[in-house]
């Protein structure tokens, strides 16, 4: 209904609840101003001004997120910043730009809670609970991204210089490409495997970060990339695997 500017198209078969009098824009062929149809029947089919129509959205969503492993993953929350603790570390991440409710039903299971929520707010809920679940699959196991030295002719030489990844020989250049590395973030180069680093760490969004920005300090600028396919690419990632005993 243009003359209410509520609804959408989606809510066609919602009906108008008003009364003729009440309707804004009311004509005296029944009809509101603005709306686009010959009649009343039209009115009724494409006006969704009436306060059913706003509380179709779902009363409550909620989901109940438990930790993998009981024993060794425990969560706090307070004020929407949840707090993971396990035998590798602790991670802590904020939520506070989603309007969710976080309780913790005990230290081994979270619940996740939204009210009158759109749909794409109701998508936020399966985001937030896959963020906690990557806390606690970072401090019970670990990440672990892969790379691998890609060249033809010039070999890419990489090395650390404390907390720096420096690239060198990339392409024959004399720049030498430094990367540093965010805190918790591991840097091994492979023993029985040539030309690959391993990073790890228990936060997954600073470990690939750290991958994403080796791979875009050795971007192919002003040459044939279909010719040119040097550079350092990911060819493993994620969860660190388990020995096998």
């Known amino acids: ?93 904020a939520f506070k730009h989603v309007n969710l409710d976080l309780v913790l039903v005990n230290p081994q299971k979270l619940r996740i809670d939204l009210w009158f929520g759109t749909r794409k707010q109701s998508a936020t809920i399966r985001t937030i609970s896959t963020h906690i679940q990557n806390m606690c699959t970072g401090v019970t196991q670990g990440y672990l991204y892969k790379m691998r030295f890609v060249y033809s002719h010039f070999p890419i030489n990489v090395t650390l210089n404390q907390r720096t990844v420096e690239i060198r020989n990339f392409l024959g250049d004399k720049l030498v490409r430094r990367v540093p590395l965010i805190d918790g973030v591991e840097y091994v180069r492979t023993a029985d495997v040539k030309d690959q680093i391993e990073l790890s760490g228990n936060d997954i969004a600073a470990v690939s970060l750290c991958a994403a920005r080796i791979r875009q300090s050795c971007s192919i600028k002003k040459k044939d990339l279909r010719k040119f396919l040097d550079g350092i690419f990911v060819s493993w990632k994620g969860a660190i695997p388990k020995p096998v005993e």
């Open 1 to 93: 209904c243009q003359a209410c500017s509520r609804g959408s198209r989606q809510s066609l078969e919602t009906s108008c609840r008003r009364s003729d009098e009440d309707h804004p824009g009311y004509a005296v062929s029944g009809h509101p101003g603005g709306c686009r149809g010959p009649g009343r029947q039209s009115r009724r089919r494409l006006c969704v001004c009436a306060p059913r129509a706003r509380l179709r959205l779902r009363l409550r969503i909620r989901l109940r997120l438990r930790t993998r492993e009981r024993t060794r993953c425990t969560a706090q929350v307070k004020a929407r910043t949840v707090t993971v603790k396990g035998p590798r570390g602790t991670l802590t991440r």
